[in-house]
């Protein structure tokens, strides 16, 4: 066997589908909502700042944000996928899925103003509704997973629900209250995605650390010394 064939994906069919039927998807969905949505495709293509014409500064902290939750659902997916490889991780594997799972929600909905706007606007269901559910699902899944979580280093999940709720109340609160506003709610909101992904990257690290240290060690074929 050559040892390069170690680095290839086993199913380079099965892989070239995952890899670009989504993303073809997502194309075809984008020119359907600008055919039928009558919006100019460029909106939808290219970049925010340039269809306002606006600085590219715009929304940052937002942005930023967006990257943070997505890199927490990246690297949770990918440990719990290793864990499942190795076997005997059966409860942190489910802990890490249901996580990742949950911050993709979470991304979807800051990413793309689902509480904020779509929900109102298109389907008449308002925040208290919205966050009530993600309250539920939030329950559900600590509830489920709190022997899992007892035996983590918790304090970063619980600063980053102290910093969610923080940034909850002070959405409700008239902007004259304190001083920058939004400082004060988009900040702790993005304190609290900063926790989030420091949580579960910790998690994913020691759980898979864990896992390599009971597992033989694997040499790619043709690299053994002697």
Same mark, same amino acid.
């Given at each position: 066997? /050559?040892?390069?064939?170690?680095?290839?994906?086993? +199913?380079?069919?099965?892989?070239?589908?995952?890899?670009?039927?989504p993303?073809?998807?997502?194309l075809?969905?984008?020119?359907?909502?600008? =055919?039928?949505? +009558?919006?100019?495709?460029? /909106?939808?293509?290219?970049?925010?700042?340039?269809?306002?014409?606006?600085?590219?500064? =715009?929304?940052?902290?937002?942005?930023?944000?967006a990257?943070?939750?997505?890199?927490?659902?990246?690297?949770?997916?990918?440990?719990? !996928?290793?864990?499942?490889?190795?076997?005997?991780? $059966?409860?942190?594997?489910?802990?890490?899925?249901?996580?990742?799972t949950?911050?993709?929600?979470?991304?979807?909905?800051?990413?793309?103003?689902? =509480?904020?706007?779509?929900?109102?606007?298109?389907?008449?269901?308002?925040? $208290?509704?919205?966050?009530?559910?993600?309250?539920?699902?939030?329950?559900?899944?600590?509830? $489920?997973?709190?022997?899992?979580?007892?035996?983590?280093?918790?304090?970063?999940?619980?600063?980053?629900?102290?910093?969610?709720?923080?940034?909850?109340?002070?959405?409700?609160?008239?902007?004259?209250?304190?001083?920058? =506003?939004h400082?004060?709610?988009d900040?702790?909101k993005?304190?609290?995605?900063?926790?989030?992904?420091?949580?579960?990257?910790?998690?994913?690290?020691?759980?898979?650390?864990?896992?390599? !240290?009971?597992?033989?060690? !694997?040499?790619?074929?043709?690299?053994?010394?002697?």
């Open positions: 066997m /050559n040892s390069n064939t170690y680095f290839r994906a086993p +199913d380079m069919r099965r892989f070239i589908c995952w890899l670009y039927l993303a073809t998807a997502c075809l969905i984008t020119a359907f909502v600008s =055919h039928f949505g +009558d919006i100019p495709i460029a /909106n939808l293509t290219r970049d925010p700042a340039a269809v306002t014409e606006s600085s590219p500064l =715009h929304g940052i902290l937002s942005n930023i944000g990257l943070l939750w997505c890199a927490a659902a990246s690297i949770c997916y990918f440990s719990c !996928r290793l864990i499942r490889a190795e076997a005997g991780g $059966k409860q942190v594997f489910w802990f890490l899925f249901y996580g990742a949950l911050t993709v929600i979470l991304l979807l909905d800051d990413f793309f103003m689902l =509480h904020d706007w779509v929900f109102p606007e298109y389907l008449d269901i308002y925040e $208290k509704k919205i966050f009530a559910v993600y309250s539920v699902l939030l329950l559900a899944y600590v509830t $489920k997973f709190r022997r899992v979580i007892l035996e983590t280093n918790y304090l970063l999940l619980l600063a980053a629900l102290v910093f969610f709720a923080f940034s909850i109340v002070t959405d409700r609160l008239p902007q004259t209250v304190l001083p920058m =506003h400082i004060f709610e900040g702790t993005f304190l609290g995605i900063v926790s989030w992904l420091g949580y579960f990257s910790s998690v994913s690290y020691i759980s898979v650390s864990s896992c390599l !240290r009971k597992s033989p060690a !694997r040499v790619p074929p043709g690299q053994s010394g002697g």
